[in-house]
């Protein structure tokens, strides 16, 4: 599966957008981006996933740029609760692709009040 | 989205002695779950995979004989931490498949096990 960069940390305003970034270039094309968060003490919690189209869903929008080498995950209006790791990983699809997520180091997100 | 429990949620024990760990799917069957563990400011780190009905698949440098998982039924999977160290101390964490979703399914992972070895 392609390895993934993010940022170690951010800081975000209460209310305002939070903007995640994550670097994907060696991504290839049956590969989907998942995000995934894990409050302090807490088992992850999927966010959303997408191949190559933007996606949202009530927690957040994922954008994929059309190379698809990079990708940004958008909290619309962060709250204190969204304070947590945001892990972003890429994993295949097909019959022959890991079935498991390989985690990095993720990006720290603190927001502030 | 699918809910998967861990019991229990936190545990001190005696070195040298053993403790269970289940996870459990609470609304789906899943054939495949999966074990991580994660130490304090660390990511998670899976340790084995594990299919119900045949032996787990563990990760390189994973002691399989000192970490039993046992997943006898669609809904149940077990660690046992055997003969337990200091240096075992963490959080363990499951996951499990949804296969109701698309191909594509998202993992759901349950809510850990902060295990503190005396």
């Known amino acids: 599966d392609a390895k993934t960069t993010q940022p170690t940390s951010m800081d975000c305003a209460e209310g305002r957008a939070a903007n995640l970034p994550c670097n994907h270039s060696?991504?290839?094309?049956?590969?989907?981006v998942y995000w995934y968060r894990q409050i302090h003490s807490q088992g992850p919690q999927y966010i959303i996933h997408?191949?190559?189209n933007n996606e949202t869903n009530e927690m957040a929008s994922l954008i994929i740029t059309e190379d698809r080498k990079s990708s940004t995950l958008i909290l619309p209006h962060a709250t204190l609760r969204d304070t947590a790791v945001y892990y972003c990983i890429v994993r295949g699809s097909g019959a022959g692709s890991a079935r498991q997520l390989t985690f990095g180091s993720g990006t720290q997100l603190t927001v502030l009040p | 989205g699918a809910v998967v429990s861990q019991h229990p949620s936190r545990v001190i024990c005696k070195s040298g002695t053993s403790v269970k760990i289940e996870c459990r799917s609470l609304d789906f069957q899943a054939t495949t779950m999966f074990w991580y563990r994660q130490f304090p400011k660390q990511s998670l780190m899976l340790m084995a995979t594990s299919n119900e009905g045949s032996k787990a698949t563990y990760e390189q440098g994973v002691e399989k004989d000192k970490f039993l998982i046992n997943h006898a039924s669609l809904t149940l999977s077990t660690l046992t931490v055997t003969s337990a160290h200091p240096e075992d101390s963490s959080f363990y964490i499951c996951?499990?498949?949804?296969?109701?979703?698309?191909?594509?399914?998202?993992?759901?992972f349950g809510p850990g096990t902060r295990l503190t070895v005396l």
């Open positions: 996951s499990a498949r949804d296969p109701r979703g698309p191909q594509y399914n998202e993992q759901f």
């Open positions: 060696t991504i290839s094309g049956n590969e989907y």
């Open positions: 997408g191949l190559k």
